[in-house]
């Protein structure tokens, strides 16, 4: 599948309300072009409440059938970004919540994790004009304002409160917008690798899904997953993973999502607002950051964040499998860990694949020339995804095993007397594989009486082809 690079900011409103209808057509007429010409070519401007903003760079991605603008002030560090959807020549709503991921966003600094945005539901309005789409130039021009809004937070980041329990909503009136020429890119918004797998029950009834895409964005320097499942009513499933997660069971979180959270999103598809995750959790099997491969289970309750709405929407027997990383090769081979808490950075690694009693097994030698380390791990070929004793020896090429050498100047060999070796993401097409390890290393001999632990062990290689 492809992997998207998206923009800072891409999509955080779509992250967080999204909606699959596509109601949103542009509006037929003449329209009033009065301030373009006041922005240079390949700049946006507009003013912030009643204070002007110029962006120092501006720049486009047309992903699918989302066309997004994203314009940063690198000396106040203010990003304005502007979405819209089956984007044509014409004026659109960019009041988020009315079906569609079209909205206006204004955030104070790149690293903001609460910016303001054009819903509905925190008071946001606006509109849009696109006065010239060129699809060979590539570039897009037009006209815009909205008023953004967002809950205001304490110094803890938690929402604070009015005198009924409610939560405190702040605005922001962005007016006299317009862009002029932005140049735009054109990305392949794919329909999912055919190999890839989904299923879910929604209250009892199964998930017949007919498109399954994962795109990789960056949220306030924060990289995250957004998987997308739509049936053949519309009907959309939405999880937004934190692409360092990894694997193990993580409980979802409960709320608006800022886009930087694991979360679950449900809507019918029917024109409802989103239902996002009221409880539920998600355990991943398989999380490769390098081959792309994910697998999990996943069940959640789908509820209104803002309790306007009473529906609650059970999805259970949740699953899925798949590949956002089309070509993963190749890559850089790395072996890090920690020697009784001291640092092991592997500046030679070398791989070999062999037979033991003709069962094929692979050896994975690291060494650390600066602190005259060696570490090696073998286990057999036919490994999978999951967890496995290290063991001290082997004996039939089965067995998965740790060595340590403390000082390579004067060989020792000080085997795994326990420990465990984690095999998060195998890809066998690329060879790569990724894993985690731990083991107390011993002379196995009883010369030595020194023990080592081996800690916090982690190693991404590429098998020779």
Known sequence: MKKFQLLNWLLVAFLAFQFTACDNEPLEGQFVDDTVAEAEEGQLICSVNNQDFASETSSGLLSGNILV??????????????????????????????????????????????????FAALGGTGELTITNLDMEALTVSGTFSFIGGRFALDADGNPILDGSGNPVIENVTLSDGAFNKVVFTIEDGGNGNPEDEFYAEVEGEIFED????????????????????IDTTGATIRIDIPKDLGVGTFDFFTGISDGTKLIAIYNAGTGGENLSSSNGSITFTEFGNITGKLKATFSFTATDPLGSDPTAVNIAEGSFSVDYVDNSSPVTNEVNAEVD???????????????????????????????????RLNFPSSIEVGMYPLVPAIIDGTENVGLFIPDTTMPRNFNSSDGTLEIISYDTVSGIIEGRFQFTAEDSTGQDPAIYAITNGSFTVQLNP
Do not use: C, H, K, R
Not at 216 to 222: I, M, N
Not at 341 to 359: E, H, K, M
């Open 69 to 118: 603008i994203t314009s940063t002030n690198a000396t106040t560090g203010e990003v304005v970004t502007l979405s819209v959807a089956d984007p044509a020549e014409g004026t659109f709503s960019l009041t988020a919540g009315q079906g569609t991921p079209t909205f206006g966003m204004y955030a104070q600094s790149s690293n903001e994790t609460n910016p303001y945005i054009s």
């Open 341 to 375: 808490g001291a640092p092991f950075s592997a500046s030679l690694i070398d791989i070999v694949q062999t037979t033991v009693n003709d069962i094929p097994v692979i050896f994975i030698s690291a060494e650390d020339e600066a602190n005259t380390q060696f570490i």
């Open 210 to 229: 007919i498109t399954l895409t994962i795109t990789e964005t960056t949220v306030g320097g924060f990289d995250l997953l957004n998987l997308v499942a």
